[in-house]
């Protein structure tokens, strides 16, 4: 006979696991919950994430040491040892990928200059499409840097704090504000007007004005960033929570995808230890899939489950069927999604930007002095 457990609701979510016929609360109210069937494999998610996020960190790094060294060459006059420009830094341009994205779609070509923004967008949509918004979760620095700072400030307040709901909702959707300027800004440019934007000198060296942003920093912009950086410690996932644009985007695009959190009622014992641990505050305990854009595809609800086959990664079939997607084949996935695309961008030539480095030695060192062509339009 399976044995029960008899509960009051008040001892229903605390971080106590019940024992074997434990009986818990007076006669008159009981409610009744299932032993506990420990899980018997072991989650190693969170290592493999962990790793994942450290290769593109350091990816990132070496991208962005890479593009220093180049602007520095382009802004000496080309002293020293040539640099060459490396595509990759594409990777931060999301505006100007969306750009390339309708681009190719409308002509049917893919672009000449800055065509890895194209890739990279390409790798990064596909990824949330397939794996739910795991670029955030998994590939993005940004989001793997905001998540150490919480779990930071976890260490050192003891806790993270979660904004009321009159709150938390109404700053949610800041981000979805900021997507929507940025989608109709491109809606509205033709693929002649995209093209005219890319070769334009601001739109040679956007990327150059990007990184000045951050070389040059004003005062009030840094006190904006620490501001940042310290919500960040006391709120999970503050910038991508609340003001990151293309993570909405993403989390849209993941809405369509095949996988779900999937919570098996029959074997869940209501600890609410999921729902605990989700980054997104996403009330993983109360429900059967999790179908919100913003499900991450982290895994650390699955990881803190301490109940066998309650709670998992499930590809869903069109039948309802569910078949168990574990880490390893998550990261596997995206490994080949990403790494897929910028592969064949680099062997079919698609992936650099091919110019005189002429042109690079006279925009970059004015990189500042260069106006936004709609800018410049309407000034005259």
Not at 319 to 333: E, H, I, Y
């Amino acid at each position: 006979m399976t044995a029960i457990i008899l509960q009051t609701p008040s001892s229903r979510r605390d971080d106590t696991l019940p024992g074997e016929n434990e009986v818990v609360g007076s006669e008159n109210d009981r409610r009744i919950r299932k032993k506990l069937v420990r899980r018997s494999d072991r989650d190693n998610s969170q290592q493999i994430r962990l790793g994942v996020q450290a290769l593109f960190l350091i990816l990132n790094l070496w991208i962005g040491l890479q593009f220093y060294l180049f602007v520095r060459w382009a802004e000496s006059g080309g002293l020293g040892p040539v640099a060459s420009r490396p595509a990759g830094v594409e990777g931060w341009l999301p505006i100007e990928g969306m750009m390339q994205f309708k681009y190719t779609i409308l002509t049917g070509q893919l672009p000449v200059l800055h065509p890895a923004a194209f890739f990279l967008f390409t790798a990064f949509a596909l990824s949330s499409l397939l794996f739910r918004k795991a670029f955030c979760s998994w590939l993005c620095p940004v989001g793997s840097v905001s998540e150490y700072l919480w779990k930071l400030g976890r260490v050192i307040f003891g806790r993270n704090f979660t904004l009321p709901k009159w709150l938390d909702y109404p700053l949610r959707g800041l981000k979805y504000l900021l997507l929507s300027f940025f989608v109709y800004a491109v809606a509205m440019m033709s693929a002649t007007a995209i093209g005219d934007f890319v070769a334009s000198p601001y739109g040679l060296v956007v990327d150059v004005r990007m990184l000045n942003f951050f070389r040059f920093i004003g005062t009030t912009t840094l006190i904006v960033l620490a501001g940042f950086v310290l919500a960040s410690l006391f709120v999970r996932n503050f910038w991508c929570r609340y003001l990151c644009p293309y993570g909405a985007l993403m989390g849209l695009i993941s809405m369509a995808s095949p996988l779900r959190i999937s919570r098996k009622e029959s074997a869940c014992i209501d600890c609410a230890k999921c729902a605990k641990a989700c980054p997104s505050v996403l009330p993983v305990d109360k429900l059967i899939q999790i179908r919100s854009a913003e499900c991450t595809g982290c895994l650390e609800c699955v990881a803190v489950c301490p109940a066998q086959d309650a709670l998992s990664l499930n590809l869903i079939g069109s039948t309802g069927s569910r078949r168990r997607v574990p880490a390893w084949k998550l990261a596997t996935g995206i490994g080949i999604v990403f790494f897929g695309l910028v592969g064949y961008a680099k062997l079919t030539d698609h992936w650099q930007t091919h110019l005189p480095q002429q042109v690079f030695l006279k925009l970059v060192p004015a990189a500042g002095e260069q106006h936004h062509p709609m800018i410049g339009e309407n000034s005259e």
